[in-house]
């Protein structure tokens, strides 16, 4: 079936610091691929999404690229903020209609002043 | 448009007490989700809704979970007989077919404590 793996956290960031969150896929067709976002004691957002291989993703300064070659989409910004802390989800979302996503375990974010 | 609310934000339940969570989705999306969320992990698929019809249910965790949506519009996710491995968060999100149906929008959850 189709499996989603991060890399493990926490991720302890400085502030401005270079952030690379990785995440690998396995699935049967052609997902689309999601990035979530869960700030402390909130739902989860939708930080960006690729709907097929070579899209980039961006949105609030992260980006991510569809990379079908490496099953890979991992998340990347250039300046963290302390305002960035939150854990991290990657997902897939099956095209056969029903759209139910898979989502990763989460990568949690800490970035320090 | 006032996003996915959940009732109750938590719950403490002793086990083999029946506990029932409520979702109302953003008005007029067509479809509703509802999801698993155990510590340190991602959410957990469970069910959904197209409207009223409950389109996918294979993956409810036992035949102690049901859900409903009577009138296409809130939603319900019971739990009977409650046991101490369903302490979880249970997440509801929505989306719209009239936009893009894989994008969707989550509730800030139901945080289940069983004792």
């Known amino acids: 079936g189709d499996s989603v793996t991060q890399m493990e956290g926490p991720v302890t960031l400085s502030e401005e610091a270079f952030l690379t969150i990785n995440c690998t896929y396995t699935?049967?067709?052609?997902?689309?691929l999601f990035w979530y976002v869960q700030y402390p004691g909130e739902g989860l957002q939708l930080l960006l999404k690729?709907?097929?291989?070579?899209d980039k993703g961006s949105n609030k300064g992260f980006e991510a690229t569809y990379r079908k070659e490496t099953t890979s989409f991992h998340l990347e910004k250039g300046s963290v903020q302390v305002s960035d802390s939150a854990v991290y989800f990657c997902a897939l979302s099956d095209s056969g209609g029903s759209y139910i996503p898979t989502f990763g375990r989460g990568t949690s974010l800490i970035v320090h002043p | 448009d006032t996003g996915v609310s959940q009732d109750p934000r938590h719950k403490i339940t002793k086990r083999g007490q029946n506990v029932t969570f409520r979702c109302d989705p953003i008005?007029?999306?067509?479809?509703l989700y509802w999801y698993r969320q155990t510590l340190g992990q991602g959410p957990e698929f469970l069910t959904y809704?197209?409207?009223?019809?409950?389109?996918?249910k294979s993956r409810l965790l036992s035949d102690r979970f049901s859900a409903e949506r009577p009138k296409g519009s809130f939603s319900t996710l019971e739990i009977q007989r409650t046991e101490q491995g369903d302490s979880a968060m249970y997440l509801c999100a929505s989306s719209s077919s009239g936009g893009s149906l894989e994008t969707q929008y989550f509730g800030p959850g139901t945080r289940l404590l069983v004792l």
């Open positions: 690729a709907t097929k291989a070579d």
């Open positions: 699935a049967t067709g052609y997902p689309s």
């Open positions: 809704f197209q409207n009223e019809a409950q389109l996918e």
């Open positions: 008005s007029e999306h067509n479809r």
